[in-house]
């Protein structure tokens, strides 16, 4: 079969990767889409370190079609989104309903794949730009049949992060106001949880003038080019005594630190963005005195299985924003013209399509 392998400084698109058998506990999946996210990218560029050879892409939606001995809940059939969590279900942290905090989801380097007789690992435990893959079953979340495959998959890491971060990590109120640096997929979600939270005033902040439309379409009530003015004296234009919660989706330590200081008092930032492993940020210790708060924040702090769920009620009511997120769609051995756009700008996401229904 196909998949998408980065070794050794080098991206192909192997045809000789194989599968190990389904084990207890195991769901095999055929992948039909997969979202291209900038973590797949901070793989090739080693912002995010990961051992070689491996099946990369981690947004992907699909059916079910092998079950392992032990599996329920799951029928082969099922439509599914993937998460990348694969928490085990059965610590403090799973059974208090934060997922996110289980000490198994990190440092978990799964390797169902075999490409050209050597062992690869999957992505973020899941490895979705291939035909197939193996995953926990508690990361196979089913979903309603209605929703197509191409808007399913980015379920599984963009929307899950944007819109969690402002649901369950941020917890936005009616009415408080909002500051979101970067206007990719991280940062689009991110304006539209705050516009489901009814947050007033939403500005957005980039550097491309082209984020304006779409940003506006998500939620914003703001545009502020970065390129041209000055993003501090904008906001503060907007907002006098700065905003109630920052949303930092670029993983830059300049940014980081304006965010922080762009808060009002009792203000909150959010670090969404992923820099370089052990990159350093700096802030103004005596600012914070003012009850402001910095919170990281991983995977939206997400319950895939209840926030999933959620997430396609709130599409198939017309009020989640799913369509419009996929800008292009391509074959999957187009893999490096996606990333090209993804790289101009020119994307809210590419969305690979793998399989077909048949």
């Not at 440092?107 to 062992?119: H, I, L, T």
């Not at 992923?274 to 402001?292: C, H, I, M, Q, W």
């Amino acid at each position: 079969m196909r998949g998408i392998v980065y070794d050794e400084g080098a991206l192909r698109v192997a045809t000789d990767v194989e599968l190990r058998e389904v084990r207890a506990g195991e769901v095999k999946v055929r992948i039909m889409a997969a979202g291209v996210c900038h973590s797949d990218v901070s793989v090739i560029d080693g912002t995010i370190p990961f051992p070689t050879p491996v099946v990369l892409g981690h947004e992907g939606a699909g059916v079910v079609t092998e079950l392992g001995p032990g599996v329920t809940g799951l029928e082969v059939g099922d439509h599914v989104v993937l998460s990348t969590l694969g928490n085990c279900g059965a610590c403090s942290a799973c059974d208090r309903g934060k997922p996110t905090h289980c000490r198994t989801t990190l440092g978990r380097f799964s390797a169902p794949f075999v490409v050209g007789g050597r062992k690869a690992f999957q992505f973020a435990n899941t490895g979705v730009f291939a035909d197939e893959t193996i995953v926990r079953a508690r990361q196979a979340v089913k979903i309603d049949q209605r929703v197509p495959f191409e808007v399913a998959s980015l379920l599984g890491c963009g929307v899950i992060t944007g819109v969690g971060a402002v649901f369950n990590r941020a917890r936005v109120s009616h009415g408080e106001s909002a500051l979101v640096v970067g206007v990719g997929g991280i940062g689009l979600n991110v304006l539209q949880g705050l516009a489901l939270s009814d947050a007033l005033p939403i500005i957005a902040v980039d550097t491309n003038p082209r984020k304006e439309a779409l940003a506006r379409q998500f939620g914003a009530t703001h545009f502020v080019n970065a390129a041209e003015v000055d993003t501090a004296e904008a906001v503060k234009e907007i907002c006098p005594n700065g905003v109630d919660y920052a949303f930092e989706c670029v993983g830059h330590p300049a940014l980081i630190r304006q965010s922080i200081d762009l808060l009002d008092w009792g203000g909150t930032c959010v670090i969404l963005g992923v820099p370089r492993f052990g990159t350093e940020a700096s802030f103004v210790v005596n600012t914070l005195y003012n009850d402001k708060t910095i919170m990281g924040c991983r995977y939206g702090a997400g319950r895939p299985h209840h926030d999933i769920g959620l997430f396609v009620e709130l599409y198939l009511a017309g009020r989640l924003k799913l369509d419009e997120l996929v800008t292009r769609t391509y074959p999957l051995e187009d893999i490096q013209a996606t990333l090209d756009d993804l790289h101009h700008g020119d994307l809210a996401r590419g969305v690979l399509s793998v399989g077909s229904a048949g």
